[in-house]
C-alpha cells in the first residue's frame, strides 16, 4: 500500500499524528485512496485521542462511506419541507435545526478565536458541528488548546456531526440577515446545509493527507475524579491574566518568556518589563503555567459568573491541563509548553527587592506626558524611543526629556528625599507598565545601586520597567 502521508510535525510510519489540545490524534488510513477528482472515500478509521496529560481516554472504531467534495458554498433553491420562521422549535426533527442568528454569530465568533486556520495544522482549519438531544455543539481547535460551546435552548432528534471549514462558515454566518438560520446535515452527501433568504452547501472537510473524515472528541472535557476542581468567579482571575500577558514576550523572539505563571501570586516577563500582582485566593496554593495562546483564549471569550476551574495532574502532582467550565462554554489545554524553562525564580526575586528611595506621581499625568513625547520618538531606534528623566528632589519633579531632544517637559512628584541620577525609560514599554495599573497615584523607586530596573507599585499590582543603558 502506498503511504500517501505528509509530514505535519510527528509523523511515524504510515500513522498520521495531529498535536491537538487533548493530545495527540493518530489516524491509521486503511485502504484509501485521495484522487484529484471527487471520489468516494469508504474507509475503517482508528481514532485514538489522548487527553491533557496524554493518557488515551477513548479509542473508537468509526466505519464511513463518505463523497469527497470540493469545500465551497453552493447557492440552492430552498426546498419547501425546511422554511425560515420567526418562531423557535423546542425540539427538531431530521429536517432541519432552527437557532436565533444571533446566536448562532456569537458562538462562530467565538469559535475562530480558537481556531488560529493553520493549513499545516489540519484540526485548527475545522469547526466540528454536532446536533443531539441535549442541543447544538460548536468544537475548535488550534492544534493543542480547544473551545467547546453548547446551545442547549433547542434539541435535536437525530444525532449528527461533522466538519466545516472554519474560516468560510464564520464568514457566512456574519452575512446571514434572518432573526432565525436553519442548519441541517445531510449524512447522506455529508454536507451542512445553511438555510437564510437562500440555502448554502458547505461540504464536509477531511484530511488532505489521508482522504479520513476529521473528528475532534471531547471526552478529556469531563472531569476525573483525579483532577483538582475549583468553583471561582472567573472574572478576578481573568483580569489579572489579561493585564499580566500585556507583559507576555514575545514568542518568536524569548520563547521561555511568554505565557503567565501562577501560583500565590501571577507572574509574567517579557525581559524588558515584569509583573506580579496576587492571584485568586482559591488558587493561591496552586502552581501553573499558562500559554499565551491558552491565555487569548480566556480573554477573548466571555465567561460570566461562576466557572468550574479544573486543574488535571499528573503522577507527581504537577499540572498539566486546565479545563475551565461555565453553563455553555468550556475550554481546556495543556500547561506545560514552557512551564519547565520559565525563569519564575528569577522573576520573584526581582519583584521583591526594596531600594532606599520612594516617591509618588499621578499615572494619569505621566502617561500623558509619555504619550506626547511619542510623537517625538523613532520607531525601532531603543535610543530615540526613550526618554530621560531627570529628577530634583528640591522642586519635587521630574523633566522628562525626548532623546531626539524635541520635547520637554516637567512632572511633580511627591516623597522624593534622596537624590538620584538620571535615568532614560523606553516610553512604548513605560506606557505599557503605567495602562495596566488602575489606580492613579503610583508609588515608584529606582534601582540606584545597580541602575536596573524602576518599579512601580499601586495596591497589589508591582511592576519593573528596565533602565535604558546606551553605549
Not at 485521542?49 to 466505519?63: G, L, Q
Request: aromatic share 6%; hydrophobic share 35%; proline share 2%.
Amino acid at each position: 500500500m502506498e503511504d500517501n502521508t505528509i509530514n505535519l510535525g510527528n509523523v511515524v510510519n504510515t500513522q498520521h499524528d495531529v498535536e491537538t489540545l487533548t493530545g495527540v490524534v493518530n489516524s491509521t488510513v486503511v485502504g484509501t485512496v485521495v484522487e484529484s477528482e471527487p471520489a468516494t472515500v469508504v474507509s475503517t478509521e482508528q481514532i485514538q485521542v489522548n487527553n491533557v496529560d496524554n493518557t488515551v481516554i477513548s479509542n473508537n472504531t468509526i466505519t464511513s462511506s463518505t463523497q469527497v467534495i470540493d469545500d465551497s458554498i453552493q447557492p440552492q433553491t430552498v426546498d419547501n419541507d425546511v422554511v425560515v420562521t420567526n418562531s423557535e422549535p423546542t425540539i427538531q426533527s431530521g429536517d432541519g435545526f432552527q437557532l436565533k442568528t444571533a446566536t448562532l454569530v456569537e458562538m462562530v465568533n467565538n469559535a475562530i478565536k480558537a481556531a488560529i486556520c493553520n493549513d499545516m495544522i489540519v484540526l485548527s482549519t475545522v469547526f466540528q458541528l454536532k446536533f443531539d438531544n441535549s442541543g447544538f455543539e460548536i468544537v475548535s481547535t488550534d492544534g493543542k488548546n480547544t473551545l467547546i460551546q453548547k446551545c442547549t435552548d433547542i434539541t435535536y432528534t437525530q444525532e449528527a456531526s461533522l466538519c466545516v471549514s472554519a474560516d468560510l462558515f464564520t464568514k457566512l454566518v456574519n452575512k446571514l440577515d434572518t432573526e432565525y438560520v436553519v442548519l441541517k446535515i445531510d449524512e447522506e452527501k455529508r454536507t451542512l446545509i445553511v438555510k437564510s433568504n437562500g440555502e448554502f452547501i458547505l461540504s464536509e472537510v477531511y484530511d488532505i493527507t489521508t482522504g479520513q473524515a476529521i473528528i475532534l472528541d471531547t471526552t478529556a472535557s469531563n472531569v476525573l475524579e483525579s483532577d483538582t476542581s475549583i468553583d471561582l468567579d472567573i472574572s478576578a482571575f481573568v483580569n489579572s491574566v489579561e493585564k499580566a500577558n500585556n507583559l507576555s514576550g514575545n514568542n518568536n523572539i524569548f520563547a521561555e518568556y511568554t505565557g503567565v505563571y501562577c501560583m500565590d501570586k501571577i507572574y509574567s516577563t517579557d525581559k524588558s518589563c515584569m509583573f506580579g500582582a496576587p492571584n485568586v485566593p482559591e488558587l493561591q496554593n496552586e502552581q501553573f503555567y499558562l500559554s499565551q495562546s491558552f491565555v487569548k483564549l480566556l480573554v477573548s471569550v466571555k465567561l460570566n459568573g461562576n466557572v468550574k476551574f479544573v486543574l488535571r495532574k499528573n503522577a507527581e502532582g504537577e499540572v498539566v491541563g486546565i479545563i475551565i467550565k461555565s453553563q455553555n462554554i468550556c475550554m481546556m489545554g495543556p500547561t506545560d509548553d514552557m512551564q519547565s524553562q520559565y525563569p519564575i525564580q528569577a522573576l520573584q526575586g526581582l519583584l521583591s527587592e526594596t531600594f532606599n528611595n520612594k516617591f509618588t506621581v499621578s499615572k494619569n499625568r505621566l502617561i500623558s506626558v509619555l504619550e506626547k513625547a511619542a510623537l517625538f520618538i523613532v520607531e525601532n531606534d531603543q535610543e530615540k524611543q526613550s526618554c530621560k528623566f531627570v529628577f530634583n528632589e528640591n522642586s519635587q519633579t521630574i523633566n522628562v526629556q525626548s532623546q531626539t531632544k524635541s520635547a520637554n517637559q516637567i512632572i511633580p512628584i511627591a516623597g522624593l528625599t534622596t537624590r538620584i541620577q538620571d535615568i532614560s525609560i523606553n516610553v512604548p514599554e513605560a506606557l505599557k507598565v503605567l495602562k495596566n495599573f488602575s489606580d492613579d497615584e503610583i508609588t515608584c523607586t529606582v534601582d540606584t545601586n545597580s541602575d536596573r530596573f524602576v518599579k512601580m507599585s499601586t495596591g497589589n499590582i508591582e511592576q519593573l520597567i528596565s533602565i535604558v543603558h546606551f553605549q
